[in-house]
């Protein structure tokens, strides 16, 4: 549900000047400038009025840095006690100009947009509600600021707007095509879970964020996967994991959702297996083209049993797996297999040593701090030479099935040569010289095939023989 803020200190009077400066554009007549948003489908045309931009406050409830608020945990539990405090608006001016997959580093993004302010000043208005609180032009707000520009252009919406009315409008507004700084992904993920918690079906979100509905139920269960991960990261008065560390996995994540339902209609323990090592390398920080070669080729091979340290070591499925009781029914269901509850255990030990060996808190010592780093590096390692192996021989594989997959192209293509020569003599347009030189090529070809698949072949099967025989007849 979208959480309903209490109006900030300045309310009172910065509403009154509001109030004052609408009437006034009113009154004394002259070109009105206004801005159109959208609200609960129809068009809503709000005036535009010029305020002082330190009376404004940045948007606690702002879906552009959702995700990064929890970079640091104890200033995102002061900002959700005290979002209108000094320290609480500074965090938030913080964010703004930070990089999302990495708020320690300001964004370059923000710095052409400075940049682009203070060479061409303001071209379109922001949003405020009737309180202050600026619903669209967050950032641009932050970067005036920087630049000495004392006032804003904002339009304003009206005294009777809800968080709910706030939230659906920001979203309506940063999701048209000309918006210029996108949300991060995490934030879109956090926007379309708000979207569904407000009752919106799936086929509507999916409309307002201009996806497919297929789409939406990716991203819906990606956000789960994360936050699993998240509460999993969990330590004993540790900090875990935050949202904003999983910004650079997009695609990787995609990609595992794709075969995870693949797998998961055929073999649901396989299909769980298999997540389960994919997120590990993806935790572990490998690239997406490695951790492709964890498909159902590395489970078979289990890559990993010779090269996790004996800590992490996945032990052998059993024969005869746990079964677990269904309440009410005096019955039992098979639990997940021994090979998932070890996938899973593997993961859980490198998620906890990553929130770990992340962690600057006073309650993880130095000491525990380096186990968790050691123990990262060693999950690194073994994860890296099972994949390295499984790669080579990926490859290997691909040699020894390339040379068929050509002759089945080139198998298509005669296939096609046949039509396209039919065509041709019905409309007498064969050039029956070129072709027949064309047909000389080809028995050339064949002939270089033939010396080669029948080397080394005492006993050639019928169409290597066939094609021996047929190039011999051929050459007489």
Known sequence: MVREFPPPPRAAVLGELIRKRLQEVKTFGGTRESVTVDWNGQPLHVEVIDLPLADLYFNPATHRIRAQRSHDPAQDELLSKEPWSSQGQEYLRHLLRAEPSDPDRRDPDYDKLKEDLKQYGQNDPGLVSHHGVLVNGNTRAAALREIGILSMRVGVLPESFTWADIASVELSLQLRDDHRRDYSYINRLLAMEEQASLGLTPESIAKSFRVKVSTYHQERWILSTIRDLIDRSRGAGRRALRLVDFEYDQEKLKELHRLYGKL??????????????????????????????????????????????PGLAEPEETADPARVAVPGLGASIPAASSLVTSARAVNDSILRAKAAKQDNGPLL?????????????????????????????????????????????????????????????ASRSLDEEVFDEAVLKLRESLRKLAQQASRGLPHPGDGVAWLTEATSAGSR
């Open 264 to 309: 998961g209609s055929i073999d649901r323990d396989q299909a769980e297996h298999l997540k389960e090592l994919r997120l590990a390398a993806i935790l572990l920080g490998f690239s997406k083209t490695d951790v492709r070669h964890i498909d159902e080729e590395f489970l078979k091979s289990d890559y990993l049993a010779r090269s996790l340290p």
């Open 365 to 425: 010592s130095d000491e525990e701090r380096q186990t968790a780093q050691d123990l990262f590096q060693a999950a690194y390692k073994g994860f890296e030479e099972a994949i390295d192996r499984a790669g080579r021989d990926a490859r290997v594989r691909k040699r020894k099935q390339l040379a068929p997959a050509r002759l089945a192209d080139a198998c298509a293509d005669i296939d096609q040569c046949v039509i396209d020569l039919v065509q041709a003599r």
